[in-house]
């Protein structure tokens, strides 16, 4: 069943300051003409080269950025359809939140197979594949160790199985034991998109990815894919900071 990719894209970079003001996260520049956004079309692009099929790249963005984004995706000679909708959000005011976006997606474009859901400030140089072989069939998140506990309490602690298995999960945990985080890079099984909107129903929280993944992990197998060389969430002018120094080393 082929899968489709969403591009996350519809923050308005609001901890970025100045420099998130006039452009999104995903268009800030690395190195050279390099974007975050770049980076994670290339590792989409590398999918069907490990008999991944992908149907097409979907940018989800707001209505302040959908011009630029729009014009991101003319100029890519993307071997893949590539699409950008809109979320109907123009001011900060009236964001989704990101599992919010989730659910409109899901609800505007009803995708028929796996949907891997990477947020488009993610900058790795990883691999998807084994994200999407697991997406077919389970939940799945990219796990990566990123060396402190107190780089974990800012995104999402995990106790993970030698099965795989998330055992625990714990969005912006204040007290983490270990040092491995959910990035934002999961994947959605066809048969569990439907539970995307349910949690919202239930009350969830519309705005941190890892809360959807928290929700998941005591009602479903939750599979952790570690992560291999460099990841980082461009959240903050030290992690844009990070990211380039990266880039251009």
């Not at 461009?234 to 990211?243: F, N």
């Amino acid at each position: 069943m082929s899968t489709r990719v969403l591009l996350l894209a519809a923050g308005f970079g609001t901890r970025l300051g100045p420099s998130g003001g006039d452009l999104p996260k995903a268009l800030l520049g690395l190195s050279g003409d390099v974007r975050p956004i770049d980076v994670l079309l290339e590792r989409v692009h590398a999918l069907p080269d490990v008999d991944v099929d992908v149907d097409a790249v979907d940018v989800w963005t707001n209505e302040r950025f959908r011009p630029r984004l729009e014009a991101w995706a003319e100029a890519q000679t993307s071997p893949l359809p590539l699409r950008v909708h809109g979320n109907g959000a123009a001011r900060v005011e009236a964001r989704l939140g990101a599992i919010g976006d989730i659910a409109a997606y899901i609800e505007a474009h009803a995708p028929a197979g796996p949907l891997l859901v990477l947020a488009a400030d993610n900058v790795f140089d990883g691999s998807l594949s084994e994200l999407a072989r697991t997406a077919q069939r389970e939940v799945c998140v990219i796990l990566h160790d990123v060396g402190s506990a107190e780089a974990v309490s800012r995104l999402a602690s995990v106790e993970w199985a030698a099965d795989g298995r998330i055992t625990q999960l714990r969005e912006k945990d204040p007290a983490p034991t270990g040092t491995l985080a959910a990035t934002a890079l999961y994947g959605i099984p066809a048969h569990a998109l439907e539970e995307v909107p349910r949690y919202l129903a239930e009350g969830g929280s519309p705005d941190s990815m890892g809360s959807l993944l928290e929700w998941w992990v005591p009602r479903r197998r939750v599979v952790g894919v570690a992560s291999e060389g460099h990841w980082i969430d461009v959240g903050t002018q030290q992690d844009l900071a990070r990211a380039r120094r990266w880039l251009t080393r």
